[in-house]
């Protein structure tokens, strides 16, 4: 188990201590501040070089990321993949040998195959790699991003800040992950860190979107699902990945809704304070009735702007690895 990102890659949240998530939470929470700053900057990584590459679709990730490396002072470049010579056949080592002669410090990137982003790093290892998304492995920065959302909402109501509560609030705090577990990269993120935090995790899906080893995994899978939404003190919604094919894995769209939807309906089994999260992008009125996914206990936007702190200090960390130039 890694103790800290400080210096390291972050391609997976597997091998991070309590202690390694806690400081990325602890981090993020001082760049809260600086991105409600009218000059939302930092010095931190002022003269590096952050490359963007995604191989595959991103709204919010890529954004946020490149937000992040520009309020950290980085220079980024971004490279259009659909543009780019990757339409001629380059491969991923020539085309991060290329990337690398241009002169960079960190690669983020997103790829549609797993793994994708352990190879990077074996191609240039002096340059830290942090994995956006990699086929249906990891997404770290999604899980570190929720977990500070549950923080972050949890510590307010409190009336204490993140920092000061740690990872305390984690301890037992019930989670339950519903939907296309089978090929959701951020439900194995998401369970590698509320799990290393301390909570308890359950997932509801069908059998046909449930991976083959789930017996392997730090969770309980549930029986009833109505039962675990009256248990959880967080629902965490997935998309149903229709471009993995997860459509052939349910006899229709209609029926995943009306077993495993957060409908109206099923929603009122909550408690009020039970928290609705989803990654995005929704498929309302698939997984998540539109209504639901606007109620006030619902932090869907919430998670899309921790994304900015959370990618600075993971940035930060992975890139500076020490304590300067953060005010
Ligand atoms: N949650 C997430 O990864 O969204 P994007 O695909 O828009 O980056």
């Known amino acids: 188990m890694n103790g800290s990102i400080r210096g390291q890659n972050l391609l997976t ?11 990325v939470l602890d981090t993020a929470e001082s760049f809260v501040e600086v991105n409600r700053r009218t000059i939302k900057k ?4 002022k003269g590096r070089v952050v490359a963007s590459l995604f191989f595959e679709e991103s709204t ?14 980085a220079d980024v470049l971004s490279l259009a993949v659909a543009s780019s010579s990757v339409k001629k056949g380059e491969s991923l080592r020539d085309t991060i ?12 990137m997103r790829h549609q195959s797993s793994g994708a982003a352990m190879q990077v790093s074996r191609y240039v290892p002096q340059v830290r790699v942090i994995n956006a998304g990699d086929g249906l492995h990891q997404h770290p920065t999604q899980g570190l991003l929720d977990a500070f959302t549950v923080r972050q909402v949890l510590s307010e109501r409190a009336g204490t800040s993140g920092v000061e509560t740690g990872a305390e609030l984690f301890d037992g705090l019930k989670v339950l992950i519903v939907g296309d577990i089978r090929h959701s990269r951020v439900a194995r993120s998401d369970i590698a860190a509320y799990s290393a935090l301390g909570c308890q995790v359950r997932v509801a899906a ?4 449930l991976p083959s080893d789930i017996e392997n995994w730090p969770v ?6 109505d039962e675990a939404l009256e248990w959880a003190d967080v629902v965490a919604l997935l998309r149903l990945q229709r471009e993995r094919g997860s459509g052939s894995f349910v006899p229709s769209l209609g029926e995943f809704t009306q077993t495993f939807g957060l ?11 039970t928290l609705i999260m989803h990654p995005g992008p929704m498929n309302r009125g698939v997984e998540i009735d539109s209504r639901v996914a606007d109620l006030p206990s619902a932090v869907v936007e919430r998670q899309v702007a921790n994304g900015v702190p959370i990618r600075m200090a993971v940035l930060y960390l992975t890139v500076a690895g020490t304590n300067e130039g953060v005010s």
């Open 13 to 23: 949240l597997n091998d991070l201590s309590r202690e390694a998530l806690v400081e």
């Open 263 to 273: 409908t109206l309906a099923r929603a009122k089994r909550l408690r009020p304070t």
């Open 42 to 45: 930092v010095p931190a990584l």
């Open 220 to 225: 309980q899978v549930v029986n009833d699902y």
């Open 60 to 73: 919010r990730t890529r954004l946020s990321f490149e937000t992040a490396a520009k309020r950290l002072s």
């Open 97 to 108: 040998a290329t990337i690398d002669a241009l002169g960079i410090d960190a690669v983020v």
């Open 206 to 209: 069908p059998g046909t979107l």
